[in-house]
């Protein structure tokens, strides 16, 4: 690509907030063994081993070298890239959306359809997730 572009961190909620908050994508990378799997233990810990080293080599070549050098154009970009990687986090809303009436996706959910009142949004949508929240709750209770 020949046009310029930069990246910008999630905006702070105002200016007293003193660090960003970038939340982590709602996707999980999963893998699964077949039932028929007769070294479940051997398995599992080749995999735990492939996603150690994958942890300690290629999650930091993917940041420094194609994130960081690669993929961006200006010092400016690799500094976001690094407040964005340092302030990750998620919410439980977020990261159990069904179980919460995805009120983790608000601001998604009011932009596709094209909404703009929050308050009347969030409580016509709060009563069914405090249920499902409820549910939540109790099945880890039941664990």
Known sequence: MENDYGIIPPAKFDEEQENYSAVVHDIATLICLPQTCAKLDQ???VLELMAYES?????PAYYETAMKTKYTRDQASSQIIDIIHDNAMTDIA????DNFNSMGYIA???I???NSNFTSY???NEAAALTKMQQ???AFLNL
Do not use: N, P
Not at 55 to 59: G, R
Not at 94 to 97: E, N, S, T, V
């Open 43 to 45: 398995c599992g810990a």
């Open 55 to 59: 942890w300690k080599d290629v999650t």
């Open 94 to 97: 977020y990261a159990f959306g």
């Open 108 to 110: 998604r959910r009011m």
């Open 112 to 114: 596709s359809g094209k």
């Open 122 to 124: 969030y409580e016509s």
């Open 136 to 138: 939540l709750i109790d």
